[in-house]
């Protein structure tokens, strides 16, 4: 099974914007580049967790899911098999980019490349952060954070990534506006969670946590003094996992969400719910959200959208 996000990988015509815009803003570090030039950037002991290719076009490129150790990778990998997705086992030289010991890969029923590895490269004490911060970013056995992936159709997102993948449904957010559904892997609330837009497919969102509140004052503080990058959706708390965040631009389409306090789940006594709202407070829309939604995402072909 998938223990956690493990890396994320995008394109933008302006990756090396993320130099800066990493450990300036979001007090990250930058890892090695990538054969390709690409921008990595670490939040913690991994390798690094976010690698930016230089493109022409912005795109979502591959999203990374590890599991605990090679008999599970292995023995997923052909459960998944059984139930009919075509999966391939990445070469020498992927495994030196993507830092890992062994990686499968395959696309969903959306067209979106997905890796499955074990064995991801850490040095022990090797982050500090790019700028102050009074504690860490929160990783660990949680993974990376979560990604929310735009979906033309919910019914056949949960039809793949719970019935198929395995993912386990937190709790659904849904009103005349929101459509989503949110799965965990871990103890994070969710590590995965898929947004309806009718012939649309990509990625909206990343999310970093941070353990101390004080960081996500002080990111509040440089983003509203940055003359380049917006705060696009205002200081809120979500009525799902709790978590009290900030949504940010970046140089790239995609947003962070830049939050702190999310709650843990447990599979043994969590109870999924379903909410009308999501957020309980704040989350404002700036004008700049309302003028260009912000994510990565594109027509998905035979669909009505790409008519």
Known sequence: MISQLAYLGIASPKAEEW????????????????????VRVKVDDAGYRIAVHPAAEDELRYVGWACNNETALRSYVAELRAKGVELHEGDAEVLKERQVAELY???????????????????PNSF??????????VTGDLGLGHVVLIVPDLQAADDFY?????????????SDIFNLRFYHCNGRHHSLAV?????????????????????????????TEDADR????????????????????????LQIEYGHGGIAVDDLTWVAGSHDLPSIWGHHRSQAYIDGPPGIFRELEGTEAAQ
């Not at 500090?128 to 970013?137: E, L, Q, S, V, Y």
């Open 105 to 123: 890969w395959f696309t969903d029923p959306f067209g979106n490349r997905h890796e499955l590895v074990w064995g991801q490269h850490s040095t």
């Open 230 to 253: 917006e705060i696009l959706l205002s200081l809120g708390r979500h009525t799902n996992d709790l978590m009290t965040s900030i949504y940010v631009q970046t140089p790239s389409s």
């Open 19 to 38: 130099r800066q815009y990493a450990t300036r803003l979001l007090g990250a570090v930058l890892a090695e580049d990538g054969s390709d030039g690409a």
């Open 128 to 137: 500090f952060p790019g700028r102050p911060m009074r504690g860490r970013f």
């Open 195 to 223: 947004a309806e837009i009718p012939g649309m497919t990509g990625i909206n969102h990343l999310m970093l946590e941070v353990e101390s509140f004080d960081d996500l004052g002080t990111a509040i503080d440089l983003f």
């Open 162 to 174: 719970a019935a198929t993948l395995g993912f386990r449904l937190s709790d659904r957010v849904k």
